[in-house]
């Protein structure tokens, strides 16, 4: 017999997980059934990179909530399990055993895939992604042994990586097809700074520069080639070079896709009772002007969750949370708030060379995001400055003894 729930969520990671957690915290009385194709207990993906890389976390603290909280909920939890098809009209999820499951309300938390390097030599052993706990624990098992390091991909997660490298004393070369680090995601000084950082502490950078092969011997690799002809020894490849969404499915299934599913303010797709939260989602927001997001952090994750948990309470509720991220590189600490799309112009505050200082970017007159570096008061005022305008040219907003929350008294009376 078929198996029916009134609602099914699809992935059991950041934005699934935390879905039935808001459902069931919020009194939600029906069936609900959440389908992972990881075989481990749902767990936080940021420590990957950075403490439980650098091995000072367990894989068994990365759980949200211990066995004992499923155990005692109502909840189905279904494991090992992959979605491979949707059927909007049948209300029904296929998966990879031929099993169909029923949903009164599906929701797609499915997140994505890391991008794959398309080189030669890419599927030696040795050359790793890492999105997943399993990918972390193969990097785990080649850093015990790993000497030479080269990560591919300057953004987030190859830093980060880089970083932890570094902490177990592997030598690392970062190089990224890009003039710049971090290109996508924060301004020049952020990037400058975060080089020099890494830099210091031996990392060594080749920008601009396209990965044409991996190199290998008896199936592992032994290090890269570059577009140049430069070859690199390594006996670890990172590949960090963006995520794919995993929105295959809902596509097959009709529904409308771009830079991942498209969803209204609700996280409603173009499917019937079919939502969609997380990496995986491109929605509308009000901070971005024209245009769409799709954003890859827990903050959102978490957010695009409760909202559709309210709405499928009976409260409705858009989504419009601010957007906010961190990364941890060493002892330094990076926090945005807002979204840097757009802006044309950066106000530093604070002089990088202390190790702490913000930047303030700008669309015009208004406040699009705020990067803060190891300046946790400056992160923490920012957070209500998005949005508003502050004087134009206003040179105070460059002097960090000047705190932002002055600007958000000036924005509110003008
Ligand atoms: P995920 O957490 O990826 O969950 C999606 C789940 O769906 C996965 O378990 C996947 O296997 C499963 N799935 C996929 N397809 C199917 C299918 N067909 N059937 C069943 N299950 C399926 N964000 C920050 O804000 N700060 C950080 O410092 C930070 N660090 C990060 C470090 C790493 C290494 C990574 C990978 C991410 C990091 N992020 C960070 C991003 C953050 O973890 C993601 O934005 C967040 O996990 C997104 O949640 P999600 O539920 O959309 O996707």
Redesign the pocket.
């Known amino acids: 017999m078929m198996s029916h729930y009134d609602i099914v969520v699809?992935?059991?990671?950041?934005?699934?997980?935390?879905m039935v957690f808001a459902l069931t915290a919020g009194g939600f009385t029906g069936s609900i059934a959440i389908?992972?194709?990881?075989v481990t207990a749902?767990y936080?993906?940021?420590?990957?990179?950075?403490g439980y890389l650098a091995a000072d976390i367990l894989s068994d603290e990365l759980a949200f909530r211990g066995e004992a909280w499923w155990a005692g909920s109502d909840v189905e939890r279904h494991l090992g399990?992959?979605?491979?098809a949707v059927d909007a009209k049948a209300h029904t999820v296929t998966?990879e055993d031929g099993g169909t499951i029923g949903y009164g309300t599906l929701v797609w938390?499915?997140?994505?895939?890391?991008r794959l390097l398309r080189a030669p030599g890419a599927e030696l052993d040795g050359v790793h992604v890492?999105?997943?706990l399993s990918?972390?624990e193969h990097v785990k098992r080649h850093v015990a042994t790993a000497r030479r390091a080269v990560v591919i991909g300057g953004g987030?997660?190859g830093l980060?990586?880089a970083a932890s490298l570094r902490k177990l004393g592997i030598e690392v070369t970062v190089v990224e097809a890009l003039d710049r680090l971090l290109l996508r995601v924060t301004g020049d000084d952020v990037a400058a700074y975060l080089k020099a950082r890494h830099e210091r502490e031996g990392v060594e950078f080749l920008l601009g520069a396209g990965v044409s092969e991996i190199l290998g011997e008896e199936g592992r690799a032994t290090g890269v080639r570059l577009a140049s002809g430069r070859e690199l020894p390594a006996d670890l490849v990172i590949v960090g070079i963006g995520?794919v969404p995993?929105v295959r499915?809902l596509a097959e299934a009709g529904a409308e896709v771009g830079n991942g599913v498209l969803v209204d303010k609700f996280c409603h797709t173009t499917l019937p009772d079919v939502y969609a939260?997380?990496?995986?989602?491109s929605f509308e927001s009000d901070w971005v002007p024209d245009d769409r997001l799709r954003?890859?952090?827990?903050?959102?994750?978490n957010d695009q969750?409760k909202a559709v948990a309210n709405t499928l309470l009976g409260k409705p509720q858009p989504y419009d949370a601010l957007p906010?991220?961190?990364?941890?590189q060493y002892d330094d600490r990076l926090q945005t708030a807002g979204v840097l799309t757009g802006y044309d112009s950066a106000v530093l505050r604070g002089d990088p060379a202390t190790g702490k200082f913000s930047v303030v970017y700008l669309r015009g007159d208004t406040v699009a995001a705020v990067d803060a570096i190891n300046n946790v008061k400056d992160y923490a005022q920012s957070k209500a400055l998005i949005g508003r305008t502050v004087p134009a040219g206003d040179s105070r907003l460059a002097d960090p003894s000047v705190p932002l929350k002055d600007f958000l008294t000036e924005a509110q009376a003008a």
Do not use: M
């Open positions: 699809v992935g059991a990671g950041h934005a699934g997980t935390q389908i992972g194709d990881e749902p936080e993906r940021p420590p990957l990179t950075k399990t992959s979605v491979v998966t938390s499915a997140g994505g895939e890391a890492l999105r997943k990918d972390a987030y997660i980060e990586t995520l995993n499915q939260i997380g990496d995986c989602v954003l890859e952090s827990v903050q959102n994750a969750a906010w991220f961190w990364s941890h």
